[in-house]
């Protein structure tokens, strides 16, 4: 029976998911292989933690050094996360031969060119089909099934826990924080929850959909982002009225040559199969210049899912090395690293769509005259309006929304809006995104 | 420059998408191909019709086999569709060595096991992508993306032309005959739909997802099938009423150790992200053991959806041709071809599930009592009963939801209560799918 060893390095709990498959898989990885992928070693530093899935002793390592100049591993798997040293202990993998499957997000986002240049150099692999929506054949997706495309846009729901708050937030009418709370509750949601509901991870994972998608290199400070913490119930609310959902989207998208690359919350209209992504579950809508609209959907992260997505991974380039083939077949960083169409960044001013705007007046005659006449000077055109009833004493919460309008204008506006008397909290300002079918 | 020579035979509506991508995407496809992909010529019997893409004279052939003979030509295109000698002209493509990318799914439900195994003899490859869902990479997903996984059941939406009627049917509240006619007019559906309408299109499809799912090589006529020429808008109705929405689905599930096989109308709960795939979209649903459940979405027909996964496949093969790399990376029938799980067939009449009966009944008192005694009798519980306004004179249509139940019983039922004198028509009986998220 031929055999390619594997060293896993991290016992987290993607680590442990990825023991658990190998061994209750064992069967179908043969079958699919042509071999067996089996475990020489798990490196970990703290061996004290109560884990779900035993590992016997003589595979546990204190010293991920010992799986990388272990000769008889050939592939590395990195689950550690991001901390320091891992961008090392890659890099090290590399030069030492090992081909190398990971599911770091943050470094690859961050240091992409830098690893991906050091696996070319020693003519290594690098895979990460884990790194974004979990369990989703994503990046797979892009690489392969639709590379015949030119790809026009990508809207990601790529953030589990954002998403999750978001369904709460509307469907049991939670404000933020009970939402937030319930979320951290139930395990969705850290107990620092800043990367994830302040767009953070989106943004990493939006960087790594971009270099696959548009073969730009994006360093991540260039993508604008915006989280859902500021967000309110009465968001969700109004834009349920208006036959919408509010997501947190990571946004790449080519208008006229140039990539706009955002994260923030959207309104999409109520009946695009992406507003039907309720809870922890990512969707990524890809649409190509010849196969139009394509959704990919499912768990975007958790111990299974995304031993799934490391697995199938591990089982391609076992299957490879088996079989004796070279590494590159494919670039790891998707084909178009030469960025074939030179494709710019669109400065976020420049941005053109609807918007959503809402506001507590005071509720007095004349403040939507006086508003309204702000957008209208600022060439900002009116869609529709809801104004709701009275609460609280006097103020009442204006609810607008725009037909297409540059960004810069309604940025204008929103400033001179802020500083009228008659306006008590500065605006919420919310994007829309009506392409989405 | 490196140059890979593809001939197309047949060039009907995908055929003319695969020449405009050609075109259209040449420098993409030149960057992540590393190297060009030229037409060396289209085979067409017939060079007089009319076409949405001109093609130079100097290309045109009138027999495919010039192109199958010509050393010169690594690739060949298969797009003839379900006409007799394609089998052949085929099985000769892999015998001369060229590797063959088709999008014909009648022949490889068919004659798959044939066709493969030609491949195999001959280090060929044979890709199809194309030949389920269109442009959507769901067949390069169970074959790469989720591998890891053992896969417990998919549902697919293989059909537009019947998604397009159920959804008129639903939306506009059309009858089955009105909606056909407008999917006609729209181009949708054929003068004579009976493979769309009667699931023999999406049967073909589910023998090819089972092949790659399960490893299972299921003749045809092992698949159970039912169309949606028998639906009324009464039911489309009474199932909103109950929030479920009915679709047309290719089910292919492992139950205890048996595979159902099986394309009928079926309920799903209108939450679902499943119902919510409108009009000629497709989409497939596919759980793994590990990765939970996935749904993949997009057009599953037209020229160039189509065409889109057509190159995709073509652009592998070529790479590869150009790297230098032998046929054999991947098993084109899936992974599992030897069966490792040993799965059987599950008999119809062992199936297990809630049921929908729809019956028109006279009037009269004790009607339910009788038909609900019968139920019961056959060790079937009601869940819900809908009884509708008495229209036309005194007859009245009685929905009723089973709870799980066994088909053999429901269909001795379902004869028992079609032979009472209160009963007007045969009971239209439409299976439920309760597991999908």
């Known amino acids: 029976m031929k055999e390619v060893k594997v060293g896993l390095i991290g ?122 929506a979990g369990g989703i054949p994503i990046l797979r997706a892009l690489r392969e099934g639709l590379c ?60 790594i959909l971009i270099r696959l998608g548009f073969g730009v290199s994006l360093p991540l400070e260039k993508i604008f982002r915006r989280g859902i913490s500021r967000l309110s119930h009465l968001d969700l609310q109004a834009a349920s009225e208006l036959e919408y959902r509010i997501k947190l989207l990571a946004i790449a998208r080519e208008s006229n040559g140039l990539l706009e690359a955002r994260v923030h919350p959207t309104l999409i209209p109520e009946n695009s199969i992406l507003a039907n992504v309720r809870g922890v579950y990512n969707a990524v809508y890809v649409k190509g210049n010849f196969v139009g609209p394509t959704l990919f959907y499912g768990p975007g992260a958790g111990m299974d899912a995304t031993a799934s997505a490391v697995i199938s991974d591990v089982m391609e380039l076992a299957r490879n090395l088996l079989q004796g083939r070279p590494a590159g077949r494919v670039k790891p960083e998707g084909y178009e690293a030469l960025n074939p169409h030179q494709l710019k960044l669109r400065p976020m001013e420049e941005l053109i769509g609807p918007y959503y705007l809402r506001v507590w007046v005071l509720d007095q005659p004349g403040v939507l ?9 600022n060439k900002i055109s009116i869609s529709s309006v809801i104004q709701r009833e009275t609460r609280e004493g006097n103020s009442v919460p204006l609810v607008i929304v725009t037909h297409q309008a540059l960004e810069k204008n309604i940025q204008k506006a929103v400033k001179e809006i802020n500083q009228l008397k008659v306006v008590l909290n500065p605006v919420q300002l919310i994007r829309i995104a009506t392409e989405l079918e």
Chains 1, 2 share one sequence.
């Open 11 to 132: 016992f987290g709990t993607v680590g442990q998911g990825v023991v658990k498959l190998l061994r209750e898989n064992q069967k179908d990885i043969m079958a699919r292989v042509g071999g067996k992928i089996s475990l020489a070693g798990v490196a970990d530093q703290d061996w004290k933690r109560p884990r779900k899935v035993a590992l016997e002793k003589k595979l546990r390592r204190k010293d991920a050094r010992q799986l990388i100049n272990d000769p008889e591993v050939k592939i590395i798997i990195e689950l550690v996360g991001n901390f320091p040293g891992v961008k090392e202990m890659i890099l090290d993998a590399l030069k030492a031969g090992k081909w190398v499957v990971t599911a770091n997000k943050a470094l690859l986002a961050k240091y992409g060119d830098e690893i991906f240049s050091a696996a070319k150099k020693y003519h290594s692999e690098i895979y990460f089909g884990a790194s974004v």
């Open 369 to 377: 005259a006086r508003i309204s006449g702000i957008l209208g000077k």
């Open 148 to 207: 015949a495309n030119r790809i026009q846009s990508i809207y990601g729901i790529v953030n589990g826990t954002s998403n999750y708050i978001l369904t709460r937030m509307q469907e049991a009418n939670l404000d933020y924080s009970a939402a937030l709370k319930e979320a951290q509750e139930k395990g969705y949601a850290e107990a620092n929850p800043e990367a994830d509901v302040e767009g953070i991870d989106a943004s990493h994972k939006l960087a």
